[in-house]
């Protein structure tokens, strides 16, 4: 017997859409026989899962609180992924977003109104998030270096960079020694909606990002050219789109929107920069999932980033009520996302077994 994998012309409308389903109920399947493993009950573990993240308005707020940066770096990979530019940085492109909203807001201009101080944040994340997505972008498009090891090492050195600062030069001096940045002036943080952490303004912005992202991959020359280089780069060159212009752009928008994520937490959140893992705790990892769940489509990336907003938050929930540790979500991630790429490869190639002639 021998195996033969052909790559599928035209997937099916009903595998394109049942194959992340069955791969997710897969996944569940397997993740329930580690809780058995760990004498739970699949079924009390799920159903704890669930109330702790959509049965009570505190769960349901704090889902969509976490919700948020995984939507804005999901948006962003899903642009990365469609032109076959494997952004694994997103985790370091959201705390340098996070780094250069807090120098404008406590170094550059901490006295200016909100009007002014909010939308510099902002466009001082995207900046920061885009340069971080440009080095390995610029690094594979020139010296055709693997960007999946760049940009992973680029996280790192975001991290370290970040605990440099919040332990160093920039430690608040009002923080009792803690790493922590000074608070922000209350002009450079973001509104909430009442009784929740909810930072409606990026909230909006999230979804405006998706949608107009989704157009942007539809119905324009730049997405046009970003499809065809992801299904086929060398037909994209014959066709003279320039391949250096694409990784480029692609980094650069990927990056940028995940430094937007970063602005959000610390100017929404946390009213400062702490150290790396208070500001993310995996969102640019668990993003990659998210955006590939969600097929690569920007619109699709909204419910997804809700599911793992819940998983995350019904995470906490049964640490809690049942004892289980910490790294539980991490399985939850990595099976998941096991499972949505095997989908994504038989959805993409036929494999059949054939018996070898004699």
Known sequence: MRVRIEKRLLPSRWMTLSVPILSLALALLVIAFVFWGYGVSPLLAYKRIFLGAFG???GLSETIVKAIPLMICGVGL???????VWNIGAEGQLLMGAVAATWVALYVIPDAPAAVLLPCMFMAGFLGGAIWG???G???AKLKA??????????YIASELVNYLVYGPWKGAEEWGFPYTSKFPSSAQLPRLLGTRIHYPTLILALLLAVL????MMRTKLGYEIRVTGENPEAARYAGMSYFKTVVLVMLISGGLAGLAGVG??????????????ISPGYGFTAIIVAWLGRLNPLAVIPTSLLFGGLLVGGDAIQVALGLPVATINIFNGVILFFVL?????????????RREK
Do not use: C, D, W
């Not at 899903?78 to 076959?84: E, P």
């Not at 937490?265 to 208070?278: F, N, S």
């Open 146 to 155: 693997n960007e999946v090891i760049t940009s992973l090492m680029m996280v």
């Open 78 to 84: 899903a642009i990365a992924f469609k032109a076959l």
């Open 265 to 278: 937490e610390v100017a929404g959140i946390h009213y400062r920069l702490r150290y790396p893992q208070g």
């Open 138 to 140: 610029i690094l594979k």
């Open 134 to 136: 440009f080095i390995p």
């Open 213 to 216: 992202v989704y157009v942007l």
């Open 56 to 58: 009570s308005l505190y």
């Open 342 to 354: 095997g989908g994504e490869l038989l959805t993409r190639y036929r494999i059949t077994l054939e």
